[in-house]
């Protein structure tokens, strides 16, 4: 498949876990069978928490559709990788919502077994990358690029009465200057170049949940379709993040996915963008965010409809490339940003529930 390819020479360029020669590579048959038990695991400890089947049902979904996959395929870097990202989500969801007080005890050694078994199944994927990439240069230990904000998270203060949003996603976040268009606001920025949806979600924890924020605004989904990621695939992860945002408190903003063009290909040809990202797959992507933000009472900013012209793409005037926003671009973006932030932080929708409230509700302790 076209999309795995593309996924397969991201990991191997910018996205690999750090290599370890005394990792064992699993036959077929093996890596099959304890995928597999994964995500029996996934199922059996889902039941054992009140609210995690549902939270979990669309990632659980995904990797029993990954497993699948891998079983037609074999020994397939980009899938199994794939699959290791979806355990770890549901792990983080997991971790998210209280356990009963009254836990059984073979539920916590099922969830023991899973953590153990992702460890397994990262160390066969270093093998697989290891048995195809043999003597090339050491691949980069950190798949979602964590270590970018790693430093600068460690020294955010806590937050204080402005309310503080997150702004999570690729390079149209990563070079929107927040202090410049957002004065006398608590706005924090991680976006990161060429990041797909499966790498934000990789970076929720430590990059959103971590910084105690009120709000995100999630912005991604441009990069998966570049790459031939299909829909599905985006808007199970956006999904997750949703499912995540709601599980620790943190009330979400859903981005549209920006138009693009193909009136700076003149200057450069690498800015001819609609042949890797064709308007109706942006637009579907689009429909289906919408219509997920408001069956879940999600704050939805509706860029692509300030942004796009009669003949369906970015202005010319809004940007340089035919995909980034350009000064101009970010100031149509701001005020729209704005607004919906405010409308999100002085609604009188009921907040979120955080784990801490739903312990009281679900057990009274």
């Not at 009963?100 to 093998?127: C, G, I, K, S, W």
């Not at 005020?335 to 009274?364: C, D, H, Y």
Request: charged share 20%; proline share 6%; aromatic share 8%.
């Amino acid at each position: 498949m076209k999309c795995v390819a593309v996924f397969l020479f991201v990991v191997f360029l910018t996205a690999a876990l750090a290599q370890d020669s005394s990792a064992p590579l699993l036959g077929e048959k093996a890596a099959r069978e304890l995928a597999t038990r994964m995500v029996q695991l996934m199922e059996s400890t889902a039941v054992s928490v009140p609210d995690l089947v549902h939270a979990s049902e669309p990632v659980r979904q995904n990797a029993e559709a990954t497993v699948a996959s891998l079983a037609r395929a074999g020994q397939d870097a980009a899938l199994t990788w794939q699959f290791i990202s979806q355990v770890k989500a549901y792990l983080a969801l997991s971790d998210s919502i209280p356990r009963p007080a009254q836990f059984p005890p073979a539920a916590d050694q099922q969830f023991a077994e899973l953590r153990e078994d992702v460890q397994r199944m990262q160390r066969h994927f270093e093998a697989i990358l290891r048995e195809i990439d043999a003597g090339t240069q050491a691949h980069d230990a950190d798949p979602d690029n964590l270590k970018r904000y790693a430093e600068a998270d460690s020294k955010v203060l806590p937050p204080g009465k402005l309310g503080r949003v997150v702004f999570l996603g690729d390079s149209i976040t990563d070079g929107w200057r927040l202090n410049e268009y957002f004065t006398a606001s608590d706005f924090i920025n991680r976006g990161i170049d060429g990041q797909t949806t499966i790498q934000l979600l990789g970076r929720f924890i430590q990059d959103v949940v971590a910084l105690h924020p009120k709000a995100v605004l999630i912005f991604g989904g441009i990069d998966d379709i570049g790459h031939g990621i299909a829909p599905g695939g985006i808007e199970d992860n956006l999904t997750m993040m949703g499912e995540l945002a709601k599980a620790y408190g943190i009330k979400p903003l859903f981005a549209s996915i920006l138009p693009v063009s193909d009136y700076h290909k003149d200057v450069d040809p690498k800015n001819e963008r609609t042949p890797a990202h064709p308007s109706n797959t942006i637009q579907q992507v689009n429909r289906w965010l919408q219509d997920y933000c408001r069956k879940e009472n999600f704050t939805y900013v509706d860029y692509y409809a300030a942004m796009v012209d009669k003949a369906g793409q970015l202005p010319v005037d809004l940007s340089d490339d035919g995909l980034h926003p350009n000064a101009k671009g970010y100031r149509v973006m701001s005020p729209l940003t704005q607004q919906a932030i405010n409308r999100m932080l002085t609604s009188s929708q009921p907040p979120v529930e955080t784990p801490a409230k739903r312990r009281l509700r679900l057990f009274g302790n």
